[in-house]
């Protein structure tokens, strides 16, 4: 079976289909464009470089095919893709310094005020990472501090 922790194609996107087409919609999408992109079914004056995109996306296709047809690589993949889109970067309003929040001794938390008037809080064991997003605790706004 493939390595799925990083996918590098869109294997729904390569069939037309998206993750909540059931199978047999998929293998109607796969016979469809397996015909069109078959290398025996290209036509004789199909130049080299062409023939060579075709062969290319005939096997990606059949790939595409291999993971979305089998339950257990199909939701493999699906906990992948899920797992990439929690990793995106969130929206960040500021970039800002912990010299730049102020710290307040009685709950030990930095705070930082959002122009919502809400608040950025930081706890003191957050401090240790080296990067963090925080959210406003009234919109939804964030911050990343260095």
Not at 13 to 18: E, H, N, T
Not at 74 to 90: D, G, I, M, P, V
Not at 100 to 113: G, I, K, L, P, V
């Amino acid at each position: 079976m493939a390595d799925y922790n990083a996918p590098q194609k869109d294997w729904y996107l390569i069939l037309g289909a998206c993750p909540t087409d059931d199978l047999q919609v998929l293998k109607q999408k796969y016979q469809k464009l397996v015909l069109m992109f078959h290398p025996d079914k290209q036509r004789p004056d199909v130049s080299e470089e062409e023939a060579e995109q075709h062969l290319q996306r005939f096997i990606d296709i059949d790939q595409a095919w291999k993971i979305l047809s089998n339950e257990e690589s199909r939701n493999e993949y699906n906990l992948q893709l899920r797992a990439c889109e929690l990793k995106q970067s969130w929206p960040v309003d500021a970039h800002i310094t912990l010299d730049d929040m102020n710290w307040d001794y009685e709950t030990e938390c930095y705070s930082y005020t959002c122009r919502c008037g809400g608040e950025f809080i930081l706890e003191k064991d957050e401090t240790q990472e080296v990067e963090t997003v925080v959210c406003c605790d009234s919109c939804s706004l964030s911050i990343e501090w260095d």
